[in-house]
């Protein structure tokens, strides 16, 4: 058993807690982009014995994180409680820590890798079946069942909205002043829908890779984290978003079963204005985090700058395309080779070829390929670094009217510019999109498919 593998306080509570020995641990992938994970078997004094999965947060100390905690728990003890029978299914919560951020559930049976299916009537029936249950979700009465940390649930989704808006403008402005996320909370706020509706209990983060598979049959939806009161049209949004990195079905497709299990229209503009918004909703602290020195470390570096560097590209394509504005070629300079770039290649092959392979921890093996990402980044910063710091520096120096003294002061003055709105936002946009540009170009070989990748069209 891998006792280092936890604290010795989680483990102390956990037991206490459950009244149960922890006789077993097994490093697992972790339950979202922050989490580690682990098998954990539980044996109780008269014998019995019960497989569960651990997710920790690997972000606990920061105190930003305790309301997604305090929310997901609250969801899994009410869907895995009294509203057991509402038609949607989650991993039984059987204990948690909120000192570590820890949640313990039942281990469900089957796998999540919905993309490794190929017979097209299991793929139908798993997708029907999912959108079934998040029609359920919504369907929970949330005025009969307020949950703890959500809110008063009779607080209007418009309202709500931009009251979040609002508050990542400042969050930003306050933690890593951001040109891309700026001129989007901008967009976001002025093109706020008109038209409200009624909150209802949402995922927060529903798509592939987050439900369990058994058969044809979704057996819980997983990662809560993002769990809300909210727009129902946001979960669908979540899915098409979740898309740019793993295939699902035709976002009309799921519209048409959305609509109906549920007898709610889809909005098709309202949906791609949330599928911007959700964006904004975690991409706003992920940046945070990679420009803070003193913020945790992420579960997988090479993972989050993957994500990181796809999703900013990706929102200011969605700006251009939700606006109608044409984006102009980007400033993206030639770079040669970097003097180390054979360095580089023969660390790749010997983690791809080598050690990969010999990896059995399941854990140590996701770290591994996540290092061969990170190791890819910084040969393109080898080779595109001081070419693509000038083209920036000279853009901003343009923009601003003067040199700033570096990439991280200048653009925050971009930023808080953009936020004052003395910028026109096809001046903006333009720039955020040169930028994108070169860190999808210094990403490239890390991003694979994903340097290009975009929402799949809507049949």
Not at 33 to 42: D, F, W, Y
Not at 286 to 313: C, K, V, W, Y
Not at 446 to 452: E, K, M, V
């Amino acid at each position: 058993m891998e006792r280092d593998l936890l604290s010795e306080g989680l483990m102390a509570r956990l037991e206490s807690s459950t009244g149960a020995a922890i006789v077993d641990i097994v490093p697992r992938g972790g339950g979202g982009a922050s989490r580690q994970g682990a098998e954990v078997t539980l044996r109780w004094p008269d014998g019995e014995t019960k497989r569960c999965y651990l997710a920790y947060d690997t972000r606990a100390k920061d105190p930003r994180r305790m309301p997604f905690f305090e929310r997901e728990v609250a969801v899994l003890a009410a869907l895995s409680g009294p509203l057991t029978d509402c038609g949607v299914r989650v991993p039984r919560l059987v204990a948690y820590d909120a000192e570590e951020l820890a949640l313990l559930t039942e281990l469900v049976p089957g796998h999540d890798a919905f993309q490794r299916i190929e017979d097209a009537d299991q793929r139908e029936a798993l997708v029907r079946d999912f959108v079934n249950q998040l029609a359920a979700l919504h369907a929970v009465d949330i005025g009969a069942h307020p949950l703890g940390g959500f809110g008063d649930p009779a607080i209007p989704v418009r309202e709500r909205m931009l009251a979040n808006i609002v508050k990542w403008r400042e969050d930003n402005l306050e933690r890593a002043p951001d040109p891309v996320l700026q001129l989007a909370y901008n967009w976001l706020e002025d093109n706020l829908p008109e038209n409200d509706v009624a909150p209802a209990l949402v995922h927060g983060d529903a798509g592939v890779g987050n439900f369990m598979i058994d058969g044809d049959e979704v057996t819980a939806l997983l990662d809560w984290e993002l769990t809300h009161y909210g727009d129902p049209m946001e979960d669908l949004a979540q899915i098409w978003v979740r898309m740019l990195f793993q295939p699902f079905a035709k976002p009309s497709e799921i519209f048409r079963l959305y609509e109906e299990a549920s007898g709610r229209p889809v909005d098709v503009e309202r949906v791609k204005y949330l599928r911007l918004y959700f964006q904004l909703s975690f991409t706003t602290n992920s940046q945070a985090l990679l420009s803070d020195p003193e913020a945790p470390e992420p579960a997988a570096l090479g993972t989050t700058l993957l994500f990181a560097t796809t999703h900013m590209r990706v929102i200011v394509e969605q700006m251009a395309e939700l606006s109608g504005t044409a984006l102009p070629d980007p400033n993206v300079p030639d770079a040669p080779p970097g003097e180390a770039e054979r360095t580089y290649d023969i660390v790749l092959r010997d983690l791809k070829d080598i050690i990969v392979p010999r990896i059995e921890d399941q854990q140590a093996s996701a770290k591994a390929k996540a290092l061969a990402r990170t190791v890819k980044w910084w040969k393109g910063r080898d080779r595109c670094g001081a070419a693509f710091r000038e083209a920036e520096l000279a853009e901003l120096e343009q923009a601003l009217g003067k040199r700033p003294a570096g990439l991280v002061e200048g653009r925050a003055a971009l930023a808080r510019k953009i936020a004052d709105r003395a910028i026109a936002f096809e001046e903006a946009l333009a720039l955020c999109h040169s930028r994108v540009m070169r860190d999808t170009e210094t990403m490239g070989d890390a991003l694979g498919r994903y340097r290009t990748t975009y929402f799949p069209p809507l049949d």
